[in-house]
């Protein structure tokens, strides 16, 4: 089935900034999504791209595609603790239920 | 709106216990899918319906697993019986079209002992 791959863990500095990578395997893929789960809530919705962009700003959020590759990035400007969270990319055809990835706990520090 | 609504929060029940979980989704949302969240496995679909209709049931691990949509505004997961390796975090989630956003639920933790 299709996959989706994302490092495990990443930990930064207050102030600077985060990428989370993700990768798929469904040439397909049509809609691509970022979420982010603090402790103990569910899943929230972030941010998401279309196949045919390849960057999205939103404040201090910025989505990059590369399609070719097969690659999604989440990049957090001006990390905050309060950003400390997992982050899961999911990603879907449009025709299938979203597929996510096991998701990137990131730890900011003061 | 409220948001998906799940209940109960947190659950404790002995091995062998019925347990019912309960999910309001969105008003107006056409489908509804039943997630289980643990570390080693992350995030599993379970079951999803469109209009009220299962769909896909693959996910469900086994026969003790079994999910309702009576209508548009609740859905039931119950597990019976229960065994310590159905503790997990169930989430229920719903979104309009089937691809778009899904709104997920605050979750039920499930602990069985």
């Known amino acids: 089935g299709e996959d989706v791959e994302q490092s495990l863990f990443l930990s930064v500095r207050e102030g600077d900034s985060s990428v989370i990578n993700c990768t798929y395997t469904?040439?397909?893929?049509?809609?691509l999504y970022w979420y982010k789960q603090e402790p103990g809530a569910g899943l929230q919705l972030l941010t998401y791209?279309?196949?045919?962009?390849d960057m999205k700003q939103d404040q201090r959020l910025t989505v990059l595609l590369n399609k070719k590759d097969k690659h999604l990035s989440l990049r957090i400007a001006d990390t905050q603790t309060g950003d400390s969270a997992i982050y899961f990319c999911?990603?879907?055809?449009?025709?299938?239920?979203?597929?996510f990835g096991k998701g990137t706990m990131l730890l900011v520090s003061p | 709106d409220a948001g998906v609504i799940q209940s109960p929060r947190h659950e404790v029940t002995e091995m062998g216990q019925e347990v019912t979980l309960r999910c309001k989704p969105i008003?107006?949302?056409?489908?509804l899918f039943w997630y289980r969240q643990t570390m080693m496995r992350g995030l599993e679909l379970l079951i999803y319906?469109?209009?009220?209709?299962?769909?896909?049931d693959s996910g469900m691990p086994e026969d003790r697993f079994s999910a309702k949509m009576p209508n548009a505004s609740f859905s039931t997961l119950k597990i019976q019986p229960s065994e310590p390796r159905d503790s997990a975090v169930y989430f229920c989630?719903?979104?309009?079209?089937?691809?778009?956003?899904?709104?997920f639920g605050s979750g039920t933790r499930l602990t069985v002992v």
């Open positions: 989630a719903s979104s309009l079209k089937g691809h778009w956003g899904y709104t």
């Open positions: 469904d040439s397909s893929s049509t809609y």
């Open positions: 791209i279309f196949s045919n962009m």
């Open positions: 999911a990603e879907t055809s449009g025709y299938s239920t979203l597929t």
């Open positions: 008003s107006g949302h056409d489908y």
């Open positions: 319906f469109n209009n009220n209709v299962p769909i896909d």
